[in-house]
T-cell receptor, first 111, second 114 residues
Framework: DQQVKQNSPSLSVQEGRISILNCDYT??????FLWYKKYPAEGPTFLIS?????DKNEDGRFTVFLNKSAKHLSLHIVPSQPGDSAVYFC??????????FGQGTRLTINP | DTGVSQDPRHKITKRGQNVTFRCDPI?????LYWYRQTLGQGPEFLTY????????KSRLLSDRFSAERPKGSFSTLEIQRTEQGDSAMYLC????????????FGPGTRLTVL
């Protein structure tokens, strides 16, 4: 039972444009959502998070949107840069304990 | 470097052997987590500690797996009688105890069972 789903295995975006990565979840008990970025042979690196009491959180070029009624969140990266090419994981937490991860989306930024 | 560290980074072993991995969390973090990641999947939760107490174990953690955090600092994950299906990246993460936890991950230990 996949509680967190990232339905796009890959995404290709031109440098300078907006990258939008999507994530859906099924468990209404999740109250905290995070995005991680992962390069090959490294552990995931925390990017940005949002609690369920908010619908938007911004940090520089990264913005996360949460739509609780649709159980959907998205990560917007603008403008996209070549260094953003990586695998992005959406994760969810309920009760500040374990994280439940999606399968990941491989983002490629083309020059 | 004050991040999460893991040792070894790579381990190749033969089926049936025992292996042990070590994780050193960020020093002020009292929570420590173990995850396993296989190709094309996101990390899957295995177990977590708050200080030295192991508070939750996933059903993925069979009897051949054991984790310890004896003094509430570093942690070890041991796999006994390894099987080829144990081949994966084993990730350790740590966090502060708070209502919302941002977990910080180490580089992982890649296990290959031949």
């Amino acid at each position: 039972d996949q509680q967190v789903k990232q339905n796009s295995p890959s995404l290709s975006v031109q440098e300078g444009r907006i990258s939008i990565l999507n994530c859906d979840y099924t468990n209404s008990m999740f109250d905290y959502f995070l995005w991680y970025k992962k390069y090959p042979a490294e552990g995931p690196t925390f990017l940005i998070s949002i609690s369920s009491i908010k619908d938007k959180n911004e940090d520089g070029r990264f913005t996360v949107f949460l739509n609780k009624s649709a159980k959907h969140l998205s990560l917007h990266i603008v403008p996209s840069q070549p260094g953003d090419s990586a695998v992005y994981f959406c994760a969810a937490s309920g009760g500040a304990q374990k994280l439940v991860f999606g399968q990941g989306t491989r983002l490629t930024i083309n020059p | 470097d004050t991040g999460v560290s893991q040792d070894p980074r790579h381990k190749i072993t033969k089926r049936g052997q025992n292996v042990t991995f070590r994780c050193d969390p960020i020093s002020e973090h009292n929570r420590l987590y173990w995850y396993r990641q296989t190709l094309g999947q996101g990390p899957e939760f295995l177990t977590y500690f708050q200080n030295e107490a192991q508070l939750e174990k996933s059903r993925l953690l069979s009897d051949r797996f054991s984790a310890e955090r004896p003094k509430g600092s570093f942690s070890t994950l041991e796999i006994q009688r390894t099987e080829q299906g144990d081949s994966a990246m084993y990730l350790c993460a740590s966090s502060l105890q708070s209502s919302y936890n941002e977990q910080f991950f180490g580089p992982g230990t890649r296990l290959t069972v031949l």
